[in-house]
């Protein structure tokens, strides 16, 4: 896949690989919205360094979607971008699904956590497409 430039609004959707139809579903509201995503199972090369590709990434990246689910708690790779994006100072927003507010990572425990509803995703894809244009200056 082509790099994307570095200079954009890219939210980095983190997930279980066990949620990865739910977690195409968000990636396509938002590209629908015009926000540059990215996905690894999507936007790693066969053969690429993972964790260096994460934290790359990451790097590129202003927000960090975080598909919380059961499956996500149990992950290492989530847990890792969850870190590492509060670490950079990302943009941090959590979508629950089957989980509750306490069993949010300790630094996402502050913020608001919306429920994967329709609602609420459309909610936070308009929220997110305004933070877009805000940084593109539109």
């Known amino acids: ?54 934290r790359e990434q990451l790097h590129r990246s202003k927000e960090l979607l975080v598909l919380w689910t059961p499956q996500a708690i149990e992950s290492k ?24 507010v306490e069993s949010l990572p300790p630094c996402m425990l502050n913020l608001q956590a919306p429920e994967l509803t329709e609602r609420d995703v459309k909610k936070y894809v308009e929220d997110a497409a305004a933070r877009a244009r805000q940084y593109r200056g539109g």
């Not at 430039?5 to 938002?30: E, G, N, P, R």
């Open 77 to 100: 790779w989530v847990s890792m971008e969850v870190a590492m994006a509060f670490g950079l100072n990302l943009h941090l927003v959590a979508i629950r699904y089957l989980t509750t």
């Open 1 to 54: 896949m082509a790099k994307k430039k570095v200079d954009q609004y890219q939210v980095f959707i983190s997930h279980s690989t066990k949620d990865k139809w739910i977690a195409q579903q968000l990636d396509q509201l938002l590209q629908t919205r015009g926000v540059a995503t990215f996905r690894d199972d999507r936007d790693i090369e066969g053969g690429a360094k993972i964790p260096e590709e994460i």
